[in-house]
Nanobody, 126 residues
Framework: DVQLVESGGGSVQAGGSLRLSCEAP????????MAWFRQDPGKEREGVAA?????????WYADSVKGRFTISQDNAKNTVYLQMNDLKPEDTAMYYC???????????????????WGQGTQVTVS
């Protein structure tokens, strides 16, 4: 069974930075997509960024985070990172890592495309 382990959340002042990590030990597909979603209580879980890993690597971002967040991967460690800069109070949410090898790239932001989820890590920006 695939397990995703997130880390790196915390509290930061507006304008600050955080880096989230998502480790996927034992995820052995050659081609797959890993993404970060976030959710505030009472709101829908929304896609933040995704990285498609295969022969080529592609990344996608929600408009709200373009230019501020960067998703990257370390293949050797089976880990995906989300570098978040210039954080704003509206970035406050629980952040979830997701993965699946059957994600349709044009639907990277749709949570039902992913079967594997982490437990979430809280990001609070004040």
């Amino acid at each position: 069974d695939v397990q995703l382990v997130e880390s790196g959340g915390g509290s930061v002042q507006a304008g600050g930075s955080l880096r989230l990590s998502c480790e996927a030990p034992g995820y052995t597909y050659d081609t797959y997509c890993m993404a970060w979603f976030r959710q505030d209580p009472g709101k829908e879980r929304e896609g933040v960024a995704a990285i498609f890993i295969g022969r080529r690597t592609n990344t996608w971002y929600a408009d709200s985070v373009k230019g501020r967040f960067t998703i990257s991967q370390d293949n050797a460690k089976n880990t995906v990172y989300l570098q978040m800069n210039d954080l704003k109070p509206e970035d406050t949410a629980m952040y979830y890592c997701a993965a699946d090898h059957r994600v349709r790239p044009w639907l990277w932001w749709v949570k039902s495309e992913y079967n594997y989820w982490g437990q979430g890590t809280q990001v609070t920006v004040s």
